[in-house]
């Protein structure tokens, strides 16, 4: 046992604006609006909604209890609480290990070396390796976050010194096409912007990490909500609210409840390891609760008030929505720069600011996730065990910048690749970003979901995981949830019984054990591509 006592956060409200702060990012601001608008406006606010509450807010208490009841990494995490091997662990690694060894059969030898590594060592370490694996995520997400932070970095800087005065779309994305063309310029970015994620984790938790985000936080939202304003009093700006929130439930698709759902998993940081990090520093009276529905409303509001920025804008200057990174990079600068009055630089400037500030906090939760490790697993300082994230996964991050626009800036990738996953591979997957977004977002991270969920509800048990949840948040998560919501909770009548029924307790329960492994399997084979009814 540690004879040092773990740093905790110094209070709730720093502890909901980190987590807020790791939840807030690049998602909430380019993804969401867009794919709101593209899939029916509110009536997908709907769904998403109920994806957010029925599957986000459950893990999400998984990983705050993971985390506060061992107090380690997210590896150390696991591994404290599987008390010996389990049947579970070796059924799944025996079926990964089947279809490692299929694999290996029909040629595709490098998805078969990940799959029977997986299986290898889902067999040797139990669920510890689900622990691995969202470290592993992580660090693969982070080098390429990163990059495109560096890119907002260039975009705020641009715009105070007037280089966004694009007439049309066409030109800003030509200009946005020469500057990821540049990679030196791109890389230095990438290192600085890495760097100033870095610099937030010095102090450690209370003095680093939740200091930040108690400055960054609120000046997210001023900035966010001074951007809105001017936005939606543009003449011409409700077609954009439109666009963005008018519940159509005809444009509503399964396709589309799919994307909400992989969605709200993506947004919330889940499976990554950095909510159990987190978790782990918090404090024994704490409500885990009360801490996850803040953040899941913090993060629900930024995204919906993004789109009201954005949309309003955009439909009120005359140009065409566009998806993804096309939206912040191609579509917003030139429609800053017709803003009247000739103050569009200003506008463009305090929203890449805002977009920095976001991207900023998810960086250094991701980081920390990394640094939290070391730090657990190999008593390594905290100062050494940052460096070590930022020299290593920054370095990693140079492949993004170099690989922007093609393989052919970095000799060998792309035939190493394409001998190692195939040759359809460097045709599918023309840069690292593609590449590892399409394997994080539609592999590692519903997998490590299927496993939180199977870990704690079957595992660990949903009984010792809820002794956890319950330090910090009251009777009232014990509470008839029927007597609760009718308003006669207090009442000696209906003090609380050994029989209680449906309870806010037990609701987590169903929906960990049953709900959220079904229907992350259903995600999952979906996205795979079995065909899975609709
Ligand atoms: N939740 C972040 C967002 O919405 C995405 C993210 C993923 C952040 C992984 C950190 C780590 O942008």
Known sequence: MAAEKRENWGSSLG????????????????KFPYITGMNGGGAFVLVYLFCIFLLGVPIMLCEIAIGRRTGKDAYGAFKALQLRRSRLANLFGVMLLASGIYLLATGGYGFAFITLVS????????????????????????????????????????????????????????????????????????????????????????????????????????????????????????????????????????EGALVALGHAFYTLSLAMGITITYGSYLAKDRNIFSSALWVVLLDTVVAVMAGLAIFPAVFAMGFDPAAGPGLIFRVLPATFNHFPGGMGWLWAGLFFLMLTIAALTSTAALLESGVTFLIDQFRVPRLPAILLVYVSIGSLGLLACYSTTGWEHIPGVKSFLAAVFGGDFTVNYTNWFDLLDAFTSNWMLPLGGFFTAIFVGWIWTVRKAGRELRLGAGDVVDSNLITLLSGFAGEPRYRMSRNQGLTVMTLWGLLIRYAAPVIILILFLKAVGVPVGF
């Open 15 to 30: 502890f909901i604006l980190a987590i807020a702060g790791s939840a807030i990012g690049l998602g909430n601001v380019w």
């Open 119 to 254: 299986a290898l060592l889902l067999l040797k370490i139990g669920f510890a390796a689900v622990g691995l694996w969202s470290l592993l995520a992580a660090m693969l997400i982070l080098s390429y976050y990163s990059v495109v932070g560096g890119w907002i970095l260039e975009y705020v800087w641009k715009s105070f010194s007037g280089g966004l005065n694009f007439e049309n779309v066409q030109d800003a994305g030509e200009a946005f096409g020469a500057f990821v063309d540049n990679p030196h310029r791109v890389a230095m970015w990438h290192l600085f912007f890495m760097g100033l994620a870095a610099l937030m984790l010095i102090g450690g938790i209370q003095k680093g990490i939740e200091r930040w985000s108690k400055i960054l936080m609120p000046a997210l939202f001023l900035l966010l909500v001074a951007v809105l304003i001017r936005s939606v009093t543009l003449s011409g700006a409700g077609a954009g609210a439109d666009f963005f929130l008018r519940p159509d439930f005809s444009k509503l698709s399964a």
